[in-house]
């Protein structure tokens, strides 16, 4: 996960399920218009980026939280970017691809969520 958006609304959420490697959350668009993704994201030839066993995260196991990455952009340029592996941050840019692209579901932890 390499975008960080504040939301503190995710901290609050548990995400479950079984991730089907859509790689939804280790991509996305930049700003201006340019797609990217990961650079340790590989990506089927057969299969399109979003759809059900499409990527594979190349360092899975030794993935970590701050971890710097790559993001290698369609135009040829690339840009610095961070992991968010288990955390908020993670579950932030996860929410949006839930119900679409993304298998996994959320669920509110009403013990630590006070609203507002
Ligand atoms: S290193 Fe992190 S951001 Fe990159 S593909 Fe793996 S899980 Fe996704
Ligand atoms: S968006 Fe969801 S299903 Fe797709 S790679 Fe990320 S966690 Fe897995």
Redo the contacts with the bound molecule.
Sequence with gaps: ??VHYADPLASKISLKGVCNCCGM??SGVAPDGVQWH????VISPTVPLGFPLSTK?K??ES?RNG?P?WLLRDDNTRKRGQ?F?NTWQETEIILPHIGKACSLTMHLDDSSYKGG
């Design positions: 996960m390499a959350c280790c990961c650079e340790h994201l995260c360092v899975y993935r971890m990455i992991c592996h």
